[in-house]
């Protein structure tokens, strides 16, 4: 999303921008067909969790794997090394060839 905005924002001709806002529209309509995972209860138990764990992971990327793990769901990432490190998270890269 920050490339398409940042594309809005160099545009210097009309025809660059409204090929950089017609991406953004299918970008929103992509994203408006994935259900999001709230960070809930049962996530922010998982969270507490993994800090006592110490994994060494950024703290949005614990609350990411917190909210995967809490719904027995599968993390898709392109960043496997950081994400292989806590335990029992099912975690694919779909951006590389299988």
């Not at 160099?10 to 660059?16: E, F, L, T």
């Not at 969790?49 to 769901?73: C, N, P, T, V, W």
Request: no cysteine; hydrophobic share 45%.
């Amino acid at each position: 999303m920050r490339g398409w905005l940042a594309m809005v924002r160099r545009s210097k001709k009309a025809q660059q921008e409204i090929l950089a806002y017609r991406q953004l529209h299918e970008l929103f309509g992509f994203f408006a067909e994935i259900p999001v995972f709230d960070f809930d209860e049962s996530a922010g138990e998982r969270l507490t969790q993994l800090r006592r764990s110490r994994i060494r992971l950024g703290s949005m990327d614990l609350k990411i794997a917190a909210i995967a793990l809490s719904r027995q769901a599968t993390l898709l990432s392109r960043n496997l090394g950081d994400f292989r490190q806590v335990p029992a998270l099912k975690v694919e890269d779909w951006t590389q060839p299988s």
